[in-house]
């Protein structure tokens, strides 16, 4: 009687000792949106699935993956919001996510997909595909089209990582990163056509600790864009083109604007873009600045404006009272560029007047136009040139 009572009591032991075992060392709850009703076949509506699935795991006190299979999965404008349970939340994309052909479904609200406030999202693989097309064309045409949506946006959050994601066709801005803090971005894929308006690949602003990694950008815009108050921003392996290059600006548009400090862009490679390295502010009054950018090693090929700084930008020169930009750039270093130029002046740092440009650094920096040497034109721009410069460097 002994005996028996206490094997049961063993067992009661064991299995409670199991059921612990198995809480503390859970494996993350698997989320397939398929089980909450998403269809991959491009047709039905998987919005309302998607959001449960992502309530389900924002709530789950333990890590949770969100996982997308094959095929095309139709959804409409989506809030990710937190913050949540716990952090540690991946969503795995095999599938591909399809904004809704007519453009006015998605395109009257700032992002189709937007995660906010999380802290801790990681996004594994998919495609975003925008279907941009049709707004692209009616913004050509000039009709009354909504303004677009950008596909990803990332807002106020933390240690947000996105690694293999491909972005295609977006309507306006493929991904922004706004209000952020330690965001990896690593083999992305981006493409949209090279004549289509407003589709910045990256966007950054008011956001620290942000690194875009090994990824491919062609566009029909900017291929990074980097505006006011970002910092510690690293760039690295890099290809651009077509698009409108790697671009800090447009700044000093509001006179209280926050400025950009430490940027690194490196071993990036630009292929029929309209600009590589560009800092473009507007001919207006800011408290604005630039400073502490590095950008070296970089290929130019066929490039119009490789190495770019225009403190005259002012679309239709209205609003930018006397034309002098308030921004003040300075401690920028050019080194080890190399490649071709589209046009005759393949070296431009257009600063402003009241604030002009110092501590321009050139090392190694050889340009060539239809094979001869290119042009540097200067204006209110300072600093120092070493090793080999071609374009003969103008900075006084
Ligand atoms: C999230 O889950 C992990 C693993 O179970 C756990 O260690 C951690 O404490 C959880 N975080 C929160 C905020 O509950
Ligand atoms: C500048 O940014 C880089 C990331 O690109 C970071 O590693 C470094 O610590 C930053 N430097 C300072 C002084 O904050
Ligand atoms: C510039 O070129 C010189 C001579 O080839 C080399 O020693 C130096 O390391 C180069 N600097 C950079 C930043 O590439």
Redesign the pocket.
């Known amino acids: 009687m002994y005996l028996i009572t206490n094997s049961i009591a063993d067992a009661i032991f064991l299995a409670l000792f199991l059921i612990l075992c198995h809480k503390s060392f859970a494996t993350p709850t698997m989320l397939n949106v398929m089980d909450f009703g998403a269809k991959p076949d491009a047709k039905t509506d998987s919005t309302a699935a998607f959001s449960t699935a992502w309530s389900s795991a924002c709530g789950d006190i333990n890590p949770s993956t969100i996982y997308v299979p094959k095929g095309r999965f139709l959804l409409k404008n989506l809030h990710f919001s937190g913050p949540c349970s716990n952090n540690t939340i991946t969503i795995q994309v095999d599938g591909t996510l399809v904004a809704p052909l007519d453009y006015n479904v998605i395109g009257n609200v700032g992002n189709w997909l937007i995660f906010e406030d999380v802290d801790g999202v990681s996004i594994r693989g998919g495609t975003l595909d925008g279907q941009g097309a049709g707004l692209w064309a009616c913004k050509m045409h000039g009709s009354n089209c909504p303004s677009g949506a950008t596909s990803l946006g990332i807002w106020n959050s933390k240690n947000v990582e996105i690694i293999g994601l491909s972005s295609i066709n977006s309507q306006m801005f493929h991904i922004v990163i706004n209000g952020c803090q330690n965001v990896k971005l690593q083999g992305v894929d981006i493409s949209a056509s090279g004549n289509s308006p407003n589709t910045d690949g990256v966007h950054v602003q008011l956001s620290t600790d942000v690194a875009i990694l090994n990824s491919k950008i062609s566009t029909g815009d900017d291929c990074v864009s980097i505006g006011p108050g970002a910092m510690n921003l690293l760039i690295e392996n890099v290809d651009c083109g077509p698009g409108h290059g790697i671009s800090i600006g447009s700044l000093g548009k509001d006179f209280d604007e926050a400025g950009v400090h430490n940027v690194t862009v490196r071993t990036v490679r630009f292929k029929d873009a309209q600009n590589g390295l560009r800092i473009k502010t507007w001919g207006r009054p800011s408290k604005g600045f630039v400073n502490n950018v590095v950008f070296?090693?970089a290929i130019m090929d066929n490039v119009q404006n490789p190495i770019v700084i225009d403190q005259n930008y002012c679309p239709g020169n209205k609003n930018c009272p006397g034309q002098v930009s308030g921004v003040k750039i300075s401690d920028v270093t050019y080194?080890?560029i190399h490649g071709t130029s589209a046009t005759e002046v393949a070296v431009k740092f257009d600063c402003s007047k009241s604030k002009p440009c110092d501590q321009i650094k050139l090392?190694?920096v050889t340009l060539s136009y239809q094979n001869h040497a290119p042009k540097a034109l200067c204006s209110n721009a300072a600093g120092t040139t070493?090793?080999?410069v071609e374009p003969t460097s103008c900075l006084v």
């Open positions: 070296q090693h080194q080890d090392e190694n070493t090793g080999r």
